[in-house]
């Protein structure tokens, strides 16, 4: 199985950064993608970013041009870089990954993270 890592997050004023940084390990022959989600109280769960293997990244229209998604390969880790935060960027950040455990077996097992609280004060 995928275990996931997630470090960054936390208290920040509106206009100001973060970096959210999550890390894969155990049982992994090839990861598909690496990305991030996030859900707001009350809300539903929904893509923020994601970074495919062949490297092409896929932006939630609300972060295009303030938040960055990439990946280090060798580290089998993915970033998310948040600039110009503002309050609505409020939520629980979840790591995901899609990945196969076995070059024997052909199914990609989708991987969450436990979530790390960004909060955004105005």
């Known amino acids: 199985q995928v275990q996931l890592v997630e470090s960054g997050g936390g208290l920040v004023q509106a206009g100001g950064s973060l970096i959210l940084s999550c890390a894969a390990s155990g049982s992994i022959f090839s990861i598909n993608t690496m990305g991030w989600y996030r859900q707001a109280p009350g809300k539903q769960r929904d893509l923020v970013a994601e970074i495919t293997s062949a490297g092409t990244t896929n932006y939630a229209d609300s972060v295009k041009g303030r938040f960055t998604c990439s990946r280090d390969v060798a580290k089998n880790t993915v970033y998310l870089q948040m600039n110009i935060l503002q309050p609505e960027d409020t939520a629980v950040y979840y790591c995901?990954?899609?990945?196969?455990?076995?070059?024997?077996?052909?199914?990609?097992?989708?991987?969450w993270g436990q979530g790390t609280q960004v909060t955004v004060s105005s």
């Open positions: 995901n990954v899609r990945a196969r455990w076995s070059r024997f077996i052909n199914v990609v097992g989708d991987y």
